[in-house]
């Protein structure tokens, strides 16, 4: 079964950044849209932030606009999330999943959804300290 590795996580002030990556060895990486999630103690998990490594489209959640960016290396099989102006709310293990979608369309309309993604990675730690 194809596995996605996080790299990463770490600990870190807030308004500090992080940079996060997943990869895919030995996927077809341009075929997938990948995701970003994350779960803190005690509440369900998050999308964060997806791209679909085909054309590029990307999705963020309303609390990380303008602060995360995630972009894609396909020549490398590595989705990046570039993490900055960090906030203790943002604490929580982050994972990279890829959905079972491969249409642009699907793709957008369950970005977010968990179980439209078949595929995760184990997590990488990410605490922000205030």
């Known amino acids: 079964q194809v596995q996605l590795v996080e790299f990463g996580g770490g600990l870190v002030q807030a308004g500090g950044s992080l940079r996060l990556s997943c990869v895919a060895p030995?996927?077809?990486?341009?075929?997938?849209?990948m995701g970003w999630f994350r779960q803190a103690p005690g509440k369900e998990r998050e999308g964060v932030a997806v791209v679909h490594t085909r054309d590029g489209s990307t999705y963020y959640a309303n609390s990380v606009k303008g602060r995360f960016t995630i972009s894609r290396d396909n020549a490398k099989n590595t989705v990046y999330l570039e993490m900055n102006n960090l906030e203790p709310e943002d604490t929580g293990v982050y994972s990279c999943?890829?959905?079972?979608?491969?249409?642009?369309?699907?793709?957008?309309?369950?970005?977010?959804?968990?179980?439209?993604?078949?595929?995760w990675g184990r997590g990488t730690q990410v605490t922000v300290s205030s």
């Open positions: 999943a890829s959905n079972r979608h491969t249409a642009p369309a699907a793709v957008r309309d369950t970005a977010f959804r968990p179980r439209e993604y078949d595929t």
């Open positions: 030995g996927r077809t990486f341009s075929h997938y849209a």
